[in-house]
C-alpha cells in the first residue's frame, strides 16, 4: 500500500493541475501496483473522457458529476 501511495499522490497533483497526460501515466504505474483499485480506475475515466470531449473551460480540477 505504501508503493500505492507514494505513486498515487503526484499522479492525483497532476490530474487538479490539469497534466493530464502525466497524470494518466501516474495512474496507469498504480494500476500495475493494484490492478483492482476503484480511485485508480475512477480517475482514469474521467481523464479518458476529457480526451475525448476536451477539457472544460476554466477547469479547476474539481469533476462535477452531471447525472446520477
Sequence with gaps: RIALRDAYAP???DYRAGNLD???????????????????QLFLGRIATMESDGVPDGWDGVWTMTKK
Design 11 to 13: 499522479a492525483l497533483a
Design 22 to 40: 502525466r497524470a494518466r501515466s501516474g495512474f496507469e504505474d498504480c494500476l500495475r501496483i493494484d490492478p483492482h483499485d476503484r480511485a485508480v
